[in-house]
Structure formats: structure tokens, C-alpha cells
């Protein structure tokens, strides 16, 4: 839920919230939050390179976890950064693994 809150103010322009938890989360529980908020910042100031990791990060961790919901959010995420980075066949190449994901999950469903 973090996340979407997050993305939300980021979305809005509203970045005091990403300052409040960046000084409010401990280090070690909030290691995840913590990568989210330093992608998204970096994001914010169009520094679309370490965005790109930060949020690579997450998506890494939500695969070993096997957490598929998240793996389909940062995977939206990372397209959406390839696009403004310019990099238009990585884009490509993460909208196959989402599409590939939503056909995993919606067989999974059917049985």
C-alpha cells in the first residue's frame, strides 16, 4: 500500500511526503521503502538512471520472493522509466515479460 501512496503524491507533485519517509523509515525494516524512495526521487530530479536501478531493485526482490502482484507493478514502472530514458526496445522487451505474466496469472485463475 506504501507504494501506491507513494506514486500517488509522487503523480501529484507533491514530494514533502517522499521527504517525511525518507527520514521516517528505519533502515533495515524499510530497506524495500527506502529503494522505492530513492527511485522515485531520482525520477523526480530526471535522473532516470539510477531510477531505473532503484526500481530494478524492487523487481528483483519481488521475483525471488515470488510476490507476482509487485512483480507486475515494478515491471510497470520500469517500462513506463525505459520510455522517458529513451531506451524504447528495453520497454519492449518488459512489456513481453508483463504480457507473459498477466497470461500466467490469468490461467492460474481458471483453475
Not at 520472493?65 to 524504447?88: P, Q
Request: charge should be neutral; proline fraction near 1%.
Amino acid at each position: 500500500m506504501y507504494y501506491h501512496l507513494l506514486l500517488a503524491y509522487f503523480r501529484i507533485g507533491d514530494l514533502s511526503a517522499l521527504k517525511e519517509w525518507c527520514e521516517k523509515a528505519p533502515t533495515k525494516q524499510w530497506s524495500s521503502l527506502r529503494w522505492f524512495i530513492q527511485g522515485i526521487k531520482a525520477w523526480s530530479c530526471n535522473d532516470y538512471e539510477t531510477a531505473r536501478e532503484s526500481f530494478h531493485v524492487l523487481y528483483s526482490e519481488a521475483m525471488l520472493n515470488k510476490e507476482m502482484d509487485w512483480v507486475d507493478f515494478f515491471l510497470s514502472i520500469r517500462i513506463e522509466l525505459e520510455e522517458y530514458f529513451g531506451k524504447t526496445e528495453n520497454a519492449l522487451v518488459l512489456l513481453k515479460e508483463q504480457m507473459a505474466l498477466h497470461s500466467k496469472k490469468q490461467k492460474l485463475e481458471r483453475t
